[in-house]
């Protein structure tokens, strides 16, 4: 299992107990090409609390999250739970 399998699953993990007082529309099971807004109707708030869990959670620090956030000056339009374990893979010593 690659580091970024490792974190999809803890990502998947987080996002279960994040997600599971919302009354949202998404009764898939939640894997790697699930989309934070179009899949799991995050908003632009839950986005930033979810960095701030995983930086406490998973990563024990902080790290340069704008680089996943953003792309030639301007916000990504959304995120899958791959990109966000790739870039946890790419920036987590280890």
């Not at 908003?43 to 680089?67: H, M, Y």
């Amino acid at each position: 299992m690659s580091n970024s399998d490792v974190y999809v699953t803890k990502l998947i993990t987080l996002l279960k107990d994040f997600t599971q007082d919302w009354d949202n529309e998404f009764d898939g099971e939640m894997d790697r090409s699930s989309k934070l807004l179009g899949d799991l109707s995050f908003e632009s708030i839950d986005i930033i609390q979810l960095i701030v869990a995983i930086q406490e959670d998973i990563v024990g620090g902080k790290l340069p999250f704008e680089k996943l956030l953003m792309k030639d000056g301007r916000y990504v339009d959304d995120l899958s739970i791959g990109q966000i374990a790739d870039f946890l893979a790419a920036n987590i010593p280890g």
